[in-house]
């Protein structure tokens, strides 16, 4: 190898980056250009993480095999994409860390191309405008409490089969299906009786039902139809949730996790369940609505059996 900097030019090359560490720290423009080239790799497999994430339904192959292998290959792509010129960002960094005092200036070579100018002023780099968070098309309270009412036996049921908390299965329907307003629609027009956004694909041989929804890919939304599984009643919906969720290591994480919400979607969010980059927030906050709800309901029984007003329109809430 001589004197020349080490690049390493694959993923789990340790020496390699070791070597490209120790060069770095002595200032030599070569090492950071390469250093710099690593960790535009490194934003380059977050990237393809993020896409693979995004997935609609499950797949027949899928195991934590075939995952580690697809996290090798993407690693391994993502040195490759980001060798040579790459997006540019590895070049931007160095005339950056070069403007600042931070990086010597690389002596240029005779006859090596001299290296571009550095800019008069630092060019920030943009950052995406957050969306705000979008939750279920609002709805009376008194919708929101049937809805409740209804999916309520059923969230019990199936909360205490997966260790997890009653109203974050509510509020997970409710997001799905903003507040059972927009189901999928089945064969013959009428609703397929899907709670939870469950896709039709994979290995699932039954009936499909269509319905438009919003996913993300790299954290941009896009709008299209879907098939989603098609039950004959809510309780066979909400059952076969409960053996999806159960029966896929993927969403190992979210089960047991009791009354913590945010455990829960980060469980499903993780798993692959949600594209939506906001998905648990969404989840959290309509949860804490729903719980709302269910104890308001509650106090209007407990005031009711005791022969107080519930409210001043005389209608419990």
Do not use: C
Not at 133 to 158: C, D, G, K, S, Y
Not at 283 to 302: C, E, I, M, P
Request: aromatic share 6%; proline share 8%.
């Amino acid at each position: 190898m001589g004197n020349g900097v080490v690049n390493a030019a694959y993923y789990a090359d340790f020496s390699g980056l070791e070597a490209l560490k120790k060069s770095a720290k002595a200032e030599d423009p070569k090492a950071v250009r390469a250093a710099a080239r690593q960790f535009e790799s490194l934003l380059t497999a977050m990237m393809l993480k993020t896409m693979r994430e995004a997935r609609f339904s499950e797949s027949p192959g899928d195991s934590q095999e075939t995952q580690f292998y697809q996290d090798m290959f993407d690693q391994q792509l993502a040195v490759q994409l980001s060798s040579g010129k790459g997006m540019g960002l590895a070049d931007m960094l160095v005339q950056q860390l070069t403007r600042s005092g931070l990086v010597k200036p690389a002596t240029p070579t005779q006859g090596s191309a001299p290296a571009p100018a550095p800019l008069s002023t630092p060019t920030p780099m943009p950052m995406p405008t957050p969306r705000p968070m979008q939750l279920p098309p609002p709805a009376p309270a008194a919708e929101q409490t049937r809805f409740i009412n209804r999916v309520a036996p059923l969230a019990e049921r199936a909360a205490h089969q997966l260790g997890v908390s009653a109203d974050a299965l509510i509020a997970q329907a409710a997001l799905e299906t903003g507040w059972g307003r927009h189901l999928p629609s089945g064969a013959a027009g009428g609703p397929g009786f899907n709670l939870f956004g469950v896709k039709g694909g994979g290995a699932w041989t039954g009936p499909v039902a269509s319905a438009q929804t919003v996913e993300y890919s790299a954290g941009v939304p896009h709008s299209l139809a879907q098939a989603f599984r098609g039950y004959a009643s809510i309780e066979q919906g909400v059952d076969d949730y409960v053996k999806l969720l159960r029966s896929s290591d993927r969403y190992r994480q979210a089960l047991g996790s009791g009354s913590d919400v945010t455990a829960f979607a980060t469980g499903l969010r993780r798993g692959g369940y949600a594209t939506d980059p906001a998905y648990v927030h969404k989840l959290a906050a309509v949860a804490t609505q729903v719980r709302s709800l269910r104890d308001a309901a509650a106090n209007a029984d407990l005031k009711l059996l005791a022969g107080q007003p519930t409210t001043s329109g005389g209608e419990p809430v």
